[in-house]
């Protein structure tokens, strides 16, 4: 293992790669259906999956919205881009076009849906009452709340006329099938995208409750729209009689080909699971612990033993500083190893994108408490702080890919020699 740091990108690389819509998407389109057929969604792999479903298909009618940086090249379908994660007037814009787009359809018609992670953010279609500053008051206190992805997408949906079902009941009666990249823990397509067309039966109510659990302030539009009926689309409502939702990537073979390149590499693979949970900070130190347990135990003639996990951690924002789940995980497991030797780590999210930075994640090594102390930089202060991207980058530890086109969730790879 002459270059950990080198090995465990090659991992991180090898998640990104599998997930690639142009790789993994075709086989799962059936024939382009005769009559109307007309491809709408949303995400960050959304620009790329709609360049799949072109490279099988020829041009398509259509409309997908996609974070800023991520649009690709298509030759029917029109693609715009939007902010990620807290929405703006192009997604506004975009998703009242696409609402109409498909109303009016008929039963004869076929609506391709394409939903991947960040479809939260990009379809932006507020509450009657809410305006898109409200829903960005929203969408940023969530952010910093440290509320699991689960409990966020509950709230959005009920602050919103496009998301849990909305969308699939707005296209009714016409045929449709929605293809799903999973970026949640647990792969239910219902939390994907906040669910634009999958129903759900939560209420106004627990979506209120949510916001007093995680103390989120919000504008008094949105509560208002809480004590309002709910336009949420149950689970049982038959506009979704006609909707099939089809999971077609996950976090789960992602890992699995990284664990495949890693155990050729000649290492031992543990899987610790895909649906990591947590604060950051926690995870990172509760890692700590069990690699230096692993360390402890290990002979001379030992293979490199390579751990893998997947999932979404949160980070409650404690400080203003500049980062994300994956930096900060990375940040507080090198504080709890405090230099041991031999072991090494990567975390990233797979769309390129930490939180809010245009940087994917981390690496650390034993050196990099040594790093940082010789130009005079404190990781426990960047971390009280919530600044583990300047500290990183202070180091040369961030891990930048720019726009993956692809998004199946957080990568952690822990190499232990």
């Known amino acids: 293992m002459q270059n950990p740091a080198r090995f465990l990108r090659s991992l991180f690389d090898r998640a990104v790669e599998v997930a690639d819509p142009m790789q ?3 086989r799962f389109l059936p024939p382009k259906p005769a009559g109307r057929v007309v491809v709408i ?3 960050k792999a959304s620009a790329r999956m709609a360049e799949a479903v072109e490279a099988a298909w020829g ?9 800023y940086g991520y649009g690709r090249p298509c030759r029917g379908i029109e693609i715009v881009e939007a902010a990620h994660p807290v929405p703006d007037q192009a997604g506004v814009d975009a998703t ?3 609402l109409a787009l498909v109303s009016g359809l008929q039963e004869r018609d076929f609506v391709l849906a394409l939903i991947s992670g960040g479809a939260s953010a990009l379809l932006c279609a507020p509450a009657a009452g809410m305006t898109l500053a409200d ?3 929203v969408n940023a206190g969530l952010l910093a709340s440290g509320a699991p992805i689960g409990d966020m997408n509950i709230l959005r949906k009920h602050l919103s006329r496009v998301k849990g079902g909305q969308l699939a009941a707005a296209a009714y009666p016409a045929r449709m099938l929605a293809l799903l990249i999973s970026d949640v823990p647990g792969d239910d397509p219902a939390l994907i995208g906040s669910g634009p067309t999958v129903g759900d039966d939560s209420t106004g109510q627990q979506a209120a409750a949510i916001l007093q659990h995680w103390k989120v302030a919000v504008p008094d539009s949105a509560l208002a729209a809480l004590k309002r009926p709910s336009q949420v689309v149950s689970t049982t409502d038959p506009r979704l009689s006609r909707v099939q939702n089809v999971l077609y990537a996950a976090p789960a073979q992602s890992l699995q080909a990284a664990a495949l390149l890693a155990e050729k590499s000649g290492c031992e693979v543990r899987l610790l699971g895909d649906a990591l949970e947590g604060e950051a900070r926690d995870v990172g130190a509760e890692m700590a612990a069990l690699a230096l347990r692993l ?3 290990r002979t001379a003639t030992d293979r490199p033993l390579v751990l893998l996990s997947g999932g979404e951690l949160t980070v409650t924002r404690r400080g203003a500083g500049v980062g994300g789940p994956n930096a900060e995980f990375c940040l507080a497991l090198a504080l709890a190893l405090d230099g041991a030797e031999g072991i090494h780590v990567i975390a990233c999210d797979t769309d390129g994108v930490d939180g809010a930075a245009e940087i994917a994640g981390a690496i650390i090594g034993p050196d990099t ?3 940082s102390a010789r130009i005079g930089v404190s990781a426990a202060d960047a971390l009280a702080r919530n600044d ?3 500290f990183f980058r202070q180091i040369g530890g961030n891990v930048i890919t720019g726009p993956t086109l692809t998004n199946v969730n957080d990568f952690r790879a822990i190499l232990i020699l």
């Open 24 to 26: 993994s998407l075709a």
């Open 388 to 390: 583990a991207h300047s």
């Open 41 to 43: 969604g949303a995400g």
């Open 135 to 137: 829903k960005q008051a």
């Open 369 to 371: 408490l040594a790093s």
């Open 96 to 98: 009242a076009r696409m």
């Open 59 to 67: 041009p398509c009618e259509g409309l997908v919205i996609t974070r």
């Open 295 to 297: 360390k402890a135990g």
